[in-house]
């Protein structure tokens, strides 16, 4: 039997359907609740799948990862705050249509666009990733060493609001790496002689504590919200809320643009579904003939976030796949539970692991037909998840968290560990310091040391074929450059900020 | 001074102390031959990292504007700290208490303290919940994962 057979056949197991049709149903609640995002459902999952068959544990991993971006768009329309940051974009128009008595719709149209950019990613996944990684195949320790080096440089420079923050985050991720065996010779480095850390930093506390416990922390710091948020879609008019024929053509184009916006944001390193929802949102609201009735209401603009943020989430598997870099802190996490279950992503795992791969294809594929059909008919329910109050919901949680990061290894180390990411996770979150640089370089330094050695063990220590080398050229080209354009918006951003604040300060006066 | 400024001075301390003090301590290994390779040894990506993390945190104080009224130049600064420190505490008392207790115990302690601190809205459902979550939890790990929990040193 084909690999593409096989990995079908393996969704006909009452066992790796029902974990599907279970992580979709789980990610569609967490996404729902504000607070809980995407990143923490797959985290908290990551310590359940050690135990699980690898399909398993790929299939659950991504149906949490496909239904959180959609879940996040409820709590976006019906409270006017985001239940994933990817769906802040859907509450200029979500919201609006809510309170106008079209919330039903509103929820409709954002799952159809989720569809349908999920959909256009899985394809663009299926053509692209194979084409790269068998490019990459012909890479080196040279050309591998500069591509992880480029990708560091890439998701400081494009991951967050500020150039610095972002690469400090990426260096902070690199030397937490460097804790553990030497990858080459094996000389433990800041073990302290303790033998828990000879492994490095395990991966699931860290990831736990990051995104999970962070969150937590943040709501403690409110003294966790005790009221329950109201929210009643049984009186609206129902023909009203239907979506019309004409409306659907309406959405088409843009619901086109923003699936490429967000699948060419999802291919590179770092960015994530929150920015991809943002451009979608300003470049369907600039190519519309009438851009009035954005902001108030227009399903035009719930489609074209909607997709965009969930194109996004095929797209982040192309580099992973391919390149063994990931996408976004998901695909991060994704890629870290991959080589815990023994499988190395990279271009090689197109020749050594096809099954692995078509049972991504069809994961992603399967958990966005679920997504819609789910989706559509349960929208009632997912809405009452709305009305938890987080005193009850965060302590659970912080509890999932222990019980998590204590399961990977039985070692309370690890506790120490994810209660340490935790705090990391809280002071970068305080101070605008995105989180994901740090991830994504954590997992990609040992295979760049490991690359960086080879190359110049092979040049006795000599830079010399870095300097040389097409493709080290290439990319420290676009390195350059998109610094350089980064460092220009920061300047022309912070010049807008000056101004601004100086108007109303010289109006006053006046 | 304002947050981001306050954690590039913090960190950028530290990655100091990381490169004066810990990395060339790597040097001095004996199973390194010493520090001498021909190409980058052991210690050559902890100076890289270290560098780059002593770069960026001195750029980021710098570039940090300074505090005028808010606490913090791009977040919500020190608000509710207080609390958010009492939960850390809380759980660093969970983990430490599970190996004297036990995973079943000290998480109904946990969420009982963090109930009884926090205060809920409804006592019962609080309750309720401190029991039978961490119940359920021990249940699904024990049982279907076969995972031994901590049962603690007092049992």
Known sequence: MDPLSLALWGFTTPAVFLTLLGSVVIGLVIGAIPGLSV???????????IFMPTEQALVMLI???????????????LLNAPGTPASAATIFDGFPMARAGLATKALRVSLIASVFGSVFSIALLVMLAPQLADFALRFGPVEIASLLFFTFLIIGVLSGGSLMKGLLSASIG???????????????RFTFGSTSLMDGLTYVPLLVGLFALAEIIEEATKGFSKSAQKVELAAEDRAANRVTGKELKSMGLPMLRASAIGSAIGILPGIGATIASFLAYADAKRSAKDASCFGKGDIRGVAASESSNNAVVGATFIPTLALGIPGDAVTAILLGALVLQGVAPGPLIFMTAPGIVYTIYVALFLSTILMGVIGYFAVRPL??????????????????????????????????????????????????????????????????????????TRSQGSFAPFLTNPVTIGLALVAILLVLLSARRERALARRAREAADTPASEGRA | MNAPRLLGIVVAALALGYLLVLVPDLGGDPFSGGGRFYTVGPSALPYLAGGLVLLFSVAVALEAKPATGDADGSGSGSRGLGLGLLFVGLTLAYALGMLLVG??????????????????RSWVVAGILAIVVPIVVDVILRELFLIPLPSGRLF
């Open chain 1, 39 to 49: 990143n923490i459902a797959v985290a908290l999952a990551v310590p359940l799948t």
């Open chain 1, 63 to 77: 149906g949490l990862y496909g239904s959180g971006i959609f879940g996040g768009s409820i709590s976006a329309i």
């Open chain 2, 103 to 120: 995973f079943l115990a000290a998480s109904i302690l946990f969420l009982a303290a963090v109930f009884a601190l926090y205060r809920p």
């Open chain 1, 383 to 456: 809405a009452m998840t709305l009305r938890i109050p987080k005193i009850y919901l965060m302590p659970c949680v912080a509890l999932v968290c222990v019980a998590g990061s204590y399961v990977a290894r039985n070692n309370i180390v690890d506790l120490f560990v994810m209660i340490g990411a935790g705090v990391l996770g809280f002071v970068f979150n305080r101070t605008g310091v995105p989180v994901a640089p740090l991830l994504i370089t954590f997992i990609i330094t040992p295979p760049f040391e490991e690359a960086l050695r080879q190359a110049l």
């Open chain 1, 174 to 188: 690199m030397a937490l790496a460097t804790i553990g065996s030497d990858p080459m010779l094996g000389i433990p």
